[in-house]
């Protein structure tokens, strides 16, 4: 099967993992410094392992796209990310501004809330929930489309792209953790994504790409540990980028087992982002009440499982990981001519 027609569920395994790692670091109580490490490594790295693939299956789309219907690209986007990411946004300003309400939490929602902090929930993602992933994603998405719109020659090279995704992701990760800066992060992950991309498919490298991907696969789990052990350091953000790389190359096949699976985490991968920080905040309530003192290793790992299993559950119960109000849509993660899509009769 070429790369023009296989389908990416090596992705699939890769963001439903993504999701999973992301709800460890929002557990919302006390654990011992050795979680907290784990915990940073899921946020950081799942969130550039997210925006790389983003960034992969995006150039996939340009590349099959003509001139006149790339900017489509764009209102695609929009339609499956800024309905459910303003819905669930207003969601998080009524439903935890009442747990802070009804059971008195010390500096949590209300005490934040505000006329210039309801703006920057509603147009950037309120930090408190952590919902700054998906406008950051949008923007950097629809900048790309632009620029590569505009780029001509060896400027839209691939190598191009994957040198300069990895410096820009590089120097956002080192500037900061405000708003532009995840703008800055995002973006060059993003350009990761699509320069890899344009690389793995080109045919007159296909027997390189086939070893390289053999070494990625092996090399992954020493670049899992470097990760880990390098948060908080001045090397952590290097460790990402090698790491995602080595994701990215490794799953970029589509020969893995449990297809049906991995869709599935995939779906409900977005809905598990949104969904999670409500159940762990509300979890986190219940555990200081009776459990002031920091978690240990096994409780919160028993936690961590709690929430995920939980916003899975939810996500699953819709049967959409939208939460959509007009009919479900499921797109695969394929790459081609057109887009299969799979409608959800009622």
Not at 50 to 65: E, H, K, P, T, V
Not at 278 to 288: D, K, T
Not at 316 to 334: F, G, I, M, S, Y
């Given at each position: 099967?070429?790369?023009d027609?296989?389908?990416?569920n090596g992705?699939?395994?890769?963001?439903?993992v993504?999701a999973?790692?992301?709800?460890?670091v929002?557990?919302?109580?006390?654990?011992?410094?050795?979680w907290?490490?784990?915990?940073?490594?899921?946020?950081?790295?799942?969130?550039?392992?997210?925006?790389?693939?983003?960034?992969?299956?995006?150039?996939?789309?340009i590349?099959?796209?003509?001139?006149?219907?790339?900017?489509?690209?764009?209102?695609?986007?929009?339609?499956?990310?800024?309905?459910?990411?303003?819905?669930?946004?207003?969601?998080?300003?009524?439903?935890?501004?009442?747990?802070?309400?009804?059971?008195?939490?010390?500096?949590?929602?209300l005490?934040?809330?505000?006329?210039?902090?309801?703006?920057?929930?509603?147009?950037?993602?309120?930090?408190e929930?952590h919902?700054?992933?998906v406008?950051?994603l949008?923007?950097?998405?629809?900048?790309?489309?632009?620029?590569?719109?505009?780029?001509?020659?060896?400027?839209?090279?691939?190598?191009?792209?994957?040198?300069?995704?990895?410096?820009?992701?590089?120097a956002?990760?080192?500037?900061g953790?405000?708003?532009?800066?995840?703008d800055?992060?995002?973006?060059?992950?993003?350009?990761?994504?699509?320069?890899?991309?344009?690389?793995?498919?080109?045919?007159?490298?296909s027997d390189?790409?086939?070893?390289?991907?053999?070494?990625?696969?092996?090399?992954?789990?020493?670049?899992l540990?470097?990760?880990?052990?390098?948060?908080?350091?001045?090397?952590?953000?290097?460790?990402?980028?090698?790491?995602t790389?080595?994701?990215?190359?490794?799953?970029?096949?589509?020969?893995?087992?449990?297809?049906?699976?991995?869709?599935?985490?995939?779906?409900?991968?977005?809905?598990?982002?949104?969904?999670?920080?409500?159940?762990?905040?509300?979890?986190?309530?219940?555990?200081?009440?009776?459990?002031?003192?920091?978690?240990?290793?096994?409780?919160?790992?028993?936690?961590?499982?709690?929430?995920?299993?939980?916003?899975?559950?939810?996500?699953?119960l819709c049967?959409?990981?939208?939460?959509?109000?007009?009919k479900?849509?499921?797109?695969?993660?394929?790459?081609?001519?057109?887009?299969?899509?799979?409608?959800e009769?009622?």
């Amino acid at each position: 099967m070429s790369m023009d027609a296989q389908r990416y569920n090596g992705f699939d395994w890769l963001r439903g993992v993504a999701a999973l790692f992301i709800v460890a670091v929002h557990l919302s109580v006390g654990t011992t410094p050795s979680w907290s490490r784990i915990s940073v490594f899921g946020s950081q790295t799942s969130i550039a392992v997210f925006a790389a693939i983003s960034g992969f299956l995006l150039a996939i789309l340009i590349d099959r796209s003509h001139s006149g219907s790339v900017w489509s690209l764009v209102a695609h986007r929009a339609k499956r990310l800024l309905p459910p990411y303003l819905k669930w946004t207003a969601f998080y300003l009524i439903a935890l501004s009442l747990l802070d309400w009804r059971f008195g939490v010390p500096h949590g929602y209300l005490a934040n809330f505000s006329p210039r902090f309801l703006a920057t929930a509603v147009l950037r993602g309120a930090a408190e929930v952590h919902l700054w992933f998906v406008p950051s994603l949008f923007i950097a998405s629809v900048s790309l489309v632009a620029v590569d719109a505009v780029l001509r020659g060896p400027l839209r090279g691939a190598w191009v792209y994957l040198v300069c995704g990895a410096a820009i992701g590089l120097a956002g990760g080192y500037a900061g953790t405000n708003f532009a800066s995840h703008d800055v992060r995002l973006f060059g992950w993003v350009m990761l994504g699509m320069g890899l991309s344009r690389i793995v498919r080109r045919q007159d490298l296909s027997d390189a790409i086939r070893r390289t991907r053999m070494f990625a696969a092996w090399a992954a789990l020493p670049a899992l540990a470097a990760c880990i052990f390098a948060k908080g350091t001045v090397l952590w953000n290097v460790a990402d980028l090698v790491f995602t790389l080595l994701l990215l190359l490794a799953f970029s096949g589509s020969t893995f087992p449990g297809s049906r699976i991995a869709a599935f985490l995939s779906r409900t991968s977005l809905t598990v982002y949104f969904f999670h920080v409500f159940v762990s905040r509300a979890l986190s309530i219940v555990i200081r009440s009776r459990h002031p003192e920091p978690l240990d290793m096994a409780e919160a790992v028993c936690l961590w499982g709690l929430v995920w299993l939980t916003a899975l559950a939810f996500a699953a119960l819709c049967d959409c990981p939208l939460l959509a109000w007009r009919k479900p849509t499921r797109e695969a993660n394929v790459s081609g001519d057109k887009t299969e899509k799979f409608r959800e009769e009622k």
